[in-house]
């Protein structure tokens, strides 16, 4: 290894002015890119639809995505979430958990998708490359018997074989669902608009790939499990199961915004 100099040492006669502005590693092609802007030129932000005939649970369930909107009435997809039984995190941006058992980083999300707590929505397998690149957000209508319950989102890259592998996550709070700075509680039967904050990433979904994101309530050490009562997590030693709901219908479009790269800049 080499060794280290002092301040400045390794920068003389470097062109930073000629240097990009962005530069970012483009998973799936294994390549890195560079930009003057981000998101980056010729980014359409393209919203992905959920689909299902109500039996989205699970990866064998019946959960589409697709980029056409639903066209009638579709039943809700419902899944029980109970905090004593959280879906478990494998792998993700996660940091510093100072153990080999919670690894960051992509891995097969198969045990994940096996849960019945957890909706899968899948797209068709892609005829062509697909670069995702930029802040994804996913919009969802929801409802639950709860005061209070969390959304957890997924995205998966589909590989040939059949291999779920992680991409990018996000999570909201419902009490938070209007702002940060007040909590309004849900009420049984109403039905609301969540938007989940996923980040953003550099994926280049292949031929043959299918994409998929998957919805539950959690995803444990990741994120504090919500017990579901509307308290403080803190301090409370009891908790409820809650009875979730994901709409999509023509008048509750739940969907994912893609950050889809159609031109590269020269």
Not at 15 to 23: A, I, K, S
Not at 59 to 71: M, N, Q, T, V
Not at 184 to 196: A, D, L, P, Q, S
């Amino acid at each position: 290894t080499g060794g280290a100099g002092g301040a400045g040492a390794g920068t003389e006669g470097a062109d930073f002015e000629g240097m990009p502005r962005l530069q970012y590693y483009l998973m799936g092609a294994n390549e890195w890119r560079s930009a003057d802007s981000w998101p980056v030129e010729g980014t359409e932000f393209r919203p992905m639809y959920l689909h299902s005939e109500g039996n989205a649970n699970t990866r064998y369930g019946d959960g589409r995505l697709s980029w056409e909107a639903p066209a009638s009435d579709q039943p809700a997809d419902v899944f029980v979430y109970d905090p004593d039984d959280p879906v478990p995190t494998i792998g993700g941006p996660v940091c510093c958990t100072g153990t080999a058992d919670a690894p960051a980083g992509g891995f097969d999300q198969s045990a994940v998708e096996d849960r019945d707590d957890v909706l899968v929505y899948t797209s068709e397998p892609l005829t062509e490359a697909l670069e995702v690149t930029g802040p994804i957000e996913l919009v969802l209508h929801v409802s639950s018997d709860a005061r209070d319950t969390d959304f957890v989102a997924k995205l998966v890259d589909v590989q040939l074989d059949g291999t779920p592998v992680n991409v990018q996550e996000g999570i909201q709070r419902a009490r938070y669902r209007e702002g940060y700075d007040r909590k309004v509680w849900m009420e049984e039967g109403e039905v609301y608009e969540v938007r989940i904050d996923m980040q953003a990433t550099a994926n280049q979904f292949l031929p043959g790939h299918r994409i998929r994101l998957e919805v539950t309530s959690s995803s444990f050490p990741r994120w504090e499990r919500n017990l579901n009562t509307g308290g403080n997590n803190y301090d409370e030693t009891q908790w409820v199961r809650a009875r979730n709901s994901v709409h999509h219908s023509p008048g509750r479009l739940s969907h994912v915004v893609l950050p889809v790269v159609t031109a590269q800049e020269e």
